[in-house]
Nanobody
Framework: QVQLVESGGGLVQAGESLSLSCAAS????????MGWYRQAPGKQREVVAT???????DYADSVKGRFTISRDNAINTVYLQMETLKPEDTAIYYC???????????????WGQGTQVTVSS
């Protein structure tokens, strides 16, 4: 009922920047939280950054000061601006949304397909 499509991943060198975007579409009534998670090879998925509908943000300690999450509620899109990238930021990045679809009274969790970010040293 709700689809998330990510874009913007790629290969960069350490110290460079990259931006990700994720657009939610479908029969959406409202979206509360949105966020970005990542999963490196052999590791569990971890939260990178989250943002509420009102714009309150939270970041993993490892990315504070380097990453910025933002959203445009008018087009149901969340962004992640990544600066000063490090090799340890290499992972598949997943977009997350907690949304309420048409005809439903509850919120559900939705995930994007993931986009690869690779940072070379």
């Amino acid at each position: 009922q709700v689809q998330l499509v990510e874009s913007g991943g790629g290969l960069v060198q350490a110290g460079e920047s990259l931006s990700l975007s994720c657009a939610a579409s479908g029969s959406i009534i409202s979206i509360s939280a949105m966020g970005w998670y990542r999963q490196a090879p052999g590791k569990q998925r971890e939260v990178v950054a989250t943002i509420t509908e009102g714009g309150s943000t939270d970041y993993a300690d490892s990315v504070k000061g380097r990453f910025t999450i933002s959203r445009d509620n008018a087009i149901n899109t969340v962004y992640l601006q990544m600066e000063t990238l490090k090799p340890e930021d290499t992972a598949i990045y997943y977009c997350h949304s907690r949304a309420r679809g048409r005809g439903r009274t509850w919120y559900s969790d939705y995930w994007g397909q993931g986009t690869q970010v690779t940072v070379s040293s």
